[in-house]
């Protein structure tokens, strides 16, 4: 995940006007909080949203404090999955982290006042910003991760403790909604917004659920994941039991109860030797959101096809080489037939013999037969072949996990409300990564931004949290830092065929295009979603009531 010091960074820039050098405080009916002033910026850390969690256990109201509280300083880290060595680059760990992290952080302008009524992002997990002449108010919750956030199973289906990360947000939510007044913002007018596993996340929550979590906020900011191809709670019924037995939890009578009771650090250790996301198993991920009839409570695209999502504006996007970074996980993966031996054990688990077929030739090393022009990073033809097969898992791994799903969404969701979409081709030139997973964070959140940047993503980001468009500034008449350039919507039937997706290339070229890259095996890819061969537990779509265009995937001859 993307570290606090961007966060920082971002936030620090503003042309507001510096209010008095002494402490601010807060009072919040559990406790009084004094924060600390940073140039223009107020900032209020470490603040529990929630009473310290217990392991598996449902988030509580936060506990009475009594006294000052200190707010000055970063709460704990939830504890993180140690991820496989070979990664190309290193990732952000934290020297203190705790069971007991569900706090989150306020980064306010320092004019801010009750009843500023200012616009609120929610951001999760990842870096943040302030302004360009139209402040906001960014709120950062922790969440639980891996299995402390994510046991699946019958145990954990009976003790209703499924999906604790994405309750724990759900938490931060409602908390923004009881308490954000008080720190000059606006219930009203609240973002959410993540990248990664943080965008998913936001995705997910905007699915009809029985918390009616799609109320909580008005718009989202989703970078590199929409939905996930999310399995059924018992189909993590497997890696519970490996839990159970590497805790030495198997002849308890109470196994839940028994893992509860296994020590912080040796829990943690189990935990870190099950697959994480840059092991063979890379995004079929143990631990992450499943059904589970209650915070998910049908298989995302069923929701999506039945119009049981949040009717609110969205800006969308990611980059051109998605799966580039996750194909390090499979660099054993040498020829085609162990090619299709994991893409069908780990990707498509119920495809036909003939599916996986179609598969393999579309994402085909031979320019001639495949779809996506030798495979990722796109457009560098033979040059980053990591593996003889790194560049066609590449593409596969960005296309089948994040790609498809998001034009699958669009297609649906831009009928009925505003999409802004965009892609990130910069960074071409990065060895084997080319426009890598994550690498358009910094164009929206620049660590180095001033008041004077000139940055139309910037610009863009800021106009919608402000307006729900990023076309159109709160603050003047000026579209955004590039005038002459508009952002159009993303409109069904005519986006893919017509210009709609923002593109940023290399060395600093933004133009529309249209949103129909390879557009044969991303139609297939979303077939194989339809029919629920991405999944091992859970119905096929077929014999659910889908919508028309939907129906037209369903009868394709695969």
Not at 100 to 116: M, R
Not at 301 to 308: E, N, R
Not at 467 to 482: C, F, G, I, K, M
Request: aromatic residues 10%; contains cysteine; charged residues 15%.
């Amino acid at each position: 995940m993307l570290g606090r010091p961007i966060f920082l960074s971002l936030c620090a820039y503003s042309y507001l006007s510096l209010a008095a050098a002494r402490s601010p405080l807060i009072s919040l009916p559990y406790g009084i909080f004094e924060g600390a002033k940073d140039g223009h910026l107020t900032k209020f850390l470490g603040v529990p949203f929630a009473r310290p969690a217990a392991r598996f256990e449902l988030p509580q109201p936060p506990i009475r404090l009594h006294g000052i509280q200190d707010a000055t300083t970063f709460g704990p880290a939830c504890p993180q999955q140690a991820l496989s060595p070979g990664i190309p680059f290193p990732v952000n760990n934290y020297s203190a982290i705790s069971e007991a992290c569900l706090t989150l952080d306020v980064f306010t302008p320092s004019s801010a006042h009750p009843g500023s009524k200012l616009p609120v992002l929610v951001w999760l997990y990842g870096g943040g910003w302030q302004s360009l002449g139209e402040p906001v108010i960014i709120v950062a919750p922790n969440y639980r991760l891996s299995a402390f956030g994510f046991l699946a199973g019958k145990e954990a289906s009976d003790a209703g403790i499924t999906n604790l990360g994405l309750r724990d947000q759900i938490f931060a939510l409602e908390w923004v909604q009881k308490h954000i007044e008080t720190f000059g913002g606006d219930p009203g007018r609240v973002v959410l917004g993540g990248f990664s596993a943080g965008s998913v996340s936001t995705g997910l929550l905007q699915l009809h659920n029985k918390h009616k979590t799609h109320s909580l906020f008005h718009g989202a900011f989703m970078a590199s994941g929409v939905l996930w191809p999310s399995p059924s709670v018992a189909d993590g019924q497997q890696d519970y039991d490996g839990l159970v037995a590497a805790n030495n939890c198997t002849g308890s009578r109470d196994t839940l109860d028994c893992l509860r009771r296994v020590p912080f650090e040796a829990f943690l250790s189990t935990v870190n030797k099950t697959p994480d996301f840059f092991s063979f198993r890379s995004l079929s991920l143990v631990w992450g959101p499943r059904v589970d009839g209650d915070i998910i409570v049908r298989y995302p695209a069923t929701s999506v096809i039945q119009g049981a999502f949040a009717k609110i504006p969205r800006m969308v996007g990611g980059v051109d080489d998605e799966g580039t970074l996750f194909a390090f996980s499979s660099l054993n993966v040498t020829t085609n037939i162990e090619f299709t031996d994991y893409i069908r054990s780990i990707y498509l688990p119920k495809a036909s013999p003939n599916q996986i077929s179609r598969v393999a030739k579309l994402y085909s090393p031979d320019p001639a037969q495949a779809d996506t022009t030798q495979g990722s990073p796109f457009g560098t033809g033979s040059a980053n072949q990591v593996t003889p097969e790194f560049k066609r898992i590449a593409a596969f791994e960005g296309d089948v996990a994040l790609v498809s799903l998001r034009r699958f969404f669009f297609r649906h969701a831009s009928r009925t409300q505003n999409i802004w979409s965009w892609l990130s081709k910069r960074g071409k030139s990065t060895p084997d990564l080319g426009a890598f997973h994550g690498s358009d964070i910094p164009m929206f959140f620049p660590p180095n931004a001033t008041a004077a940047t000139n940055n139309m993503a910037v610009d863009s980001i800021i106009n919608f949290i402000n307006t729900l468009d990023p076309n159109h500034s709160a603050a003047s008449e000026r579209l955004n830092s590039s005038p002459d350039l508009f952002w159009p919507k993303w409109d069904t039937p005519n986006a893919e065929a017509s210009t709609s997706l923002l593109t940023f290339s290399d060395p600093a070229v933004i133009n529309v295009t249209a949103d129909n890259f390879r557009s044969e095996s991303i139609d297939f890819l979303i077939g194989l979603h339809l029919e629920g061969a991405t999944v091992s537990e859970w119905p096929r779509l077929s014999d659910m009531p889908v919508s028309d265009e939907a129906q037209v995937y369903l009868e394709k001859p695969f």
